[in-house]
């Protein structure tokens, strides 16, 4: 069974960090491209960042660039979102999610699309706050 599960959220002030996971069970993390979206109260859902299949080469939003980092832990089959210099509107419900036919080595945000992707995780909540 594919199942994502994502942790690591939680409360953090203006400027500080957190470390979201996600790790899967029932496929290698590895053979597909992961991608991480958001969704804050009343928005759309939102692409953050992705992670390419093998290459492991990632691509970010505009709006995260400089400040996120995702990379993977094949050993552990997991994905890692480094959340730094976090601001007031980061806050969010995170997910990561994947599809069997997302196997590109070259993860973009522009072409990374939510009604693409077949599993997800719950989510975990970041909140910023001071």
């Known amino acids: 069974q594919v199942q994502l599960v994502e942790s690591g959220g939680g409360l953090v002030q203006p400027g500080g960090s957190l470390r979201l996971s996600c790790t899967a069970s029932g496929f290698t993390l590895n053979y597909y491209a992961i991608g991480w979206f958001r969704q804050a109260p009343g928005k759309e859902r939102e692409g953050v960042s992705c992670?390419?299949?093998?290459?492991?080469?990632?691509d970010y939003a505009d709006s995260v660039k400089g400040r996120f980092t995702l990379s993977r832990d094949n050993a552990k089959n997991t994905v890692y979102l480094q959340m730094n210099s976090l601001k007031p509107e980061d806050p969010a419900v995170y997910y990561c999610?994947?599809?069997?036919?997302?196997?590109?080595?070259?993860?973009?945000?522009?072409?990374?699309?939510?009604?693409?992707?077949?599993?997800w995780g719950k989510g975990t909540l970041v909140t910023v706050s001071s």
């Open positions: 999610a994947t599809d069997p036919l997302w196997r590109t080595s070259k993860c973009t945000i522009a072409t990374m699309y939510d009604y693409d992707m077949d599993y």
């Open positions: 992670i390419s299949r093998y290459s492991g080469s990632t």
